[in-house]
Every structure is written in structure tokens, then in C-alpha cells.
């Protein structure tokens, strides 16, 4: 079965602090990423997504993330995190593709110290 | 362009009572899901729709859950009875068909689940 793993539940960044939250994904096939964000009492908000297009994929307020297929990655990074980034972030896959389930990670919280 | 609607938002109900969600997808979108989110983890389906038809409801504890999408639109998600594990984060989302090879969900903002 597809899966990702996201290494961390949370990290803390201080203000002005590369972000980089880490996500690993099990595929026999050339998957569909995302990147998804929280922030409390909201439903997901999609950041970013992979869809067999260009390995760097840019996304809103700033963040970015690359596909590495040889190291079954797609780390989400920042250069300079901002306090409003303070959220949950999910990283998620669909195994094929259609409108399948996403299957999503345990999640990453992300604090910014000021 | 509305976004996914759900209702309530908040529920806090005691153990072996019944409660029930409503879910109000975009405009057109023929597939919807319910997703599980208990705190701590991610969320995790629990029903597809197409149409009013059911595409996946294998992780969906059918001896109390339960879901509807009669007309093809809404849909309603219902616990008889809550256990006090069921205490979590109800998502809804909802994407339109079409041939592409991906189609964006997009995600109400939640119902929150407190069973006591």
C-alpha cells in the first residue's frame, strides 16, 4: 500500500529560519504528492502539488518543495519562515491516478519563535 | 466560487449517543469523501462518493457509521452509537470529474467531534 512518512511531528524555527519539513513516500509507480497545510480549527489548505511535471514545485506564501526520485522524497523548504507559518503540515500521496483518496502523513507542526 | 460547507462545526455529545454530520460540496463536484482526523494523526478516508454511489467504503466501521449522498449532492455522515474513540476531526472534501489524470480536492473546514 502507498504510504508517506513525515520525519518529525514538530520542528521550531526561529523567524527569518529556513523551513524544511521532511516527507518520504513508498510507490512502486511515479506517485502524486501534495503538500498540505492546517492552521487551527481550519480544513486542509493545498500548498503544493507533483504531478509528474517539473521535480521543483513551487507553491503559495513562499514554499517549495523538489521531487527526488532516487531518495523517494518530496521535502517541503522555505528560505525565511514567518510567524503566520506557524501550522500543521501534512504531507500526501495518491497511488494512482483519478480521483483516488489521498492517503496523508501523521503530520509535521510547525512553530516560528520570534 | 463557495467553497465545501459543513455543518456543525463543533459537536460534543456523551458516549452511545448519536450524532450526525452535513456536508454541502462545490457546485458540480461529482466526487466527495469523508475523512477521519484524530488528533495527533492524518486524516484518513472513510467514504468515497461518485455521485450518489459509493466507491470505497472499506475503512468505514459500518456496525455505527454511516453515510448518504442521495440526491447526488449532500451528503450525511452519521455515528449510532459514539464511542469515545470517534473523538475527532470529520473532513469533507469534494472534486470535480474530469479525464485528467489528477483533479485538486478541496476541504471544508472540519467538524470537530467530542465524545465524552
Known amino acids: 500500500a502507498q504510504s508517506v512518512t513525515q520525519l518529525g511531528s514538530h520542528v521550531s524555527v526561529s523567524e527569518g529560519a529556513l523551513v524544511l519539513l521532511r516527507c518520504n513516500y513508498s510507490?512502486?509507480?511515479?506517485?502524486?504528492l501534495f503538500w498540505y497545510v492546517q492552521y487551527p480549527n481550519q480544513g486542509l489548505q493545498l500548498l503544493l502539488k507533483?504531478?509528474?511535471?517539473?521535480?521543483l514545485v513551487k507553491g503559495i506564501n513562499g514554499f517549495e518543495a523538489e521531487f527526488k526520485k532516487s531518495e523517494t522524497s518530496f521535502h517541503l523548504t522555505k528560505p525565511s519562515a514567518h510567524m503566520s507559518d506557524a501550522a500543521e503540515y501534512f504531507c500526501?500521496?495518491?497511488?494512482?491516478?483519478?480521483?483516488?483518496?489521498?492517503?496523508f502523513g501523521k503530520g509535521t507542526r510547525l512553530s516560528v519563535i520570534a | 466560487e463557495a467553497g465545501v460547507a459543513q455543518s456543525p462545526r463543533y459537536k460534543i455529545i456523551e458516549k452511545r449517543q448519536s450524532v450526525a454530520f452535513w456536508c454541502n460540496p462545490i457546485?458540480?463536484?461529482?466526487?466527495l469523501y469523508w475523512y477521519q482526523q484524530i488528533l495527533g494523526q492524518g486524516p484518513k478516508l472513510l467514504i468515497q462518493?461518485?455521485?450518489?454511489?459509493?466507491?470505497?467504503d472499506s475503512q468505514l466501521p459500518k456496525d455505527r457509521f454511516s453515510a448518504e449522498r442521495l440526491k447526488g449532492v449532500d451528503s450525511t455522515l452519521k455515528i449510532q452509537p459514539a464511542k469515545l474513540e470517534d473523538s475527532a476531526v470529520y473532513l469533507c472534501?469534494?472534486?470535480?470529474?474530469?479525464?485528467?489524470?489528477?483533479?485538486?480536492?478541496?476541504f471544508g473546514p472540519g467538524t470537530r467531534l467530542t465524545v465524552l
Open positions: 472534501a469534494s472534486t470535480i470529474n474530469t479525464p485528467r489524470a489528477y483533479n485538486e480536492q478541496f
Open positions: 500526501a500521496v495518491i497511488p494512482n491516478s483519478g480521483n483516488t483518496p489521498l492517503v
Open positions: 462518493f461518485q455521485n450518489n454511489g459509493v466507491v470505497d
Open positions: 457546485s458540480g463536484h461529482a466526487t
Open positions: 507533483y504531478t509528474s511535471a517539473a521535480t
Open positions: 510507490s512502486s509507480v511515479p506517485p502524486y
